[in-house]
């Protein structure tokens, strides 16, 4: 089963590959940037803080949208019959 369409999946990939190169690019040049402003340690703490928030919501998020344990039966039943 493919989720992606044959024609649309070098569209997909070349976003996925966009969005990592940037989510690991931005906040390099942000971090510089704020570095040059306010210090190389509070650049360190305000950046850690940042990604330690983000983490936390993500982690959150994936445990709030987890699939219960009924639900995951429920699949395997359905794939089996």
């Not at 989510?23 to 340690?41: E, K, Y």
């Not at 936390?56 to 987890?66: C, M, P, Y």
Request: net charge neutral; hydrophobic share 55%; no cysteine.
């Amino acid at each position: 089963m493919t989720v992606i369409p044959p024609e649309h999946r070098a569209a997909v990939m070349s976003a996925f590959y966009v969005a990592a190169y940037a989510s690991l690019s931005v906040p390099a040049v942000l971090a510089g940037i704020v570095a040059t402003h306010v210090g190389l340690q509070s650049t360190f703490e305000i950046f850690g803080s940042v990604v330690a928030g983000i983490a936390l919501i993500v982690a959150f998020e994936a445990w709030r949208t987890r699939p219960t344990r009924m639900l995951v039966r429920q699949e395997i039943a359905h794939v089996e019959a």
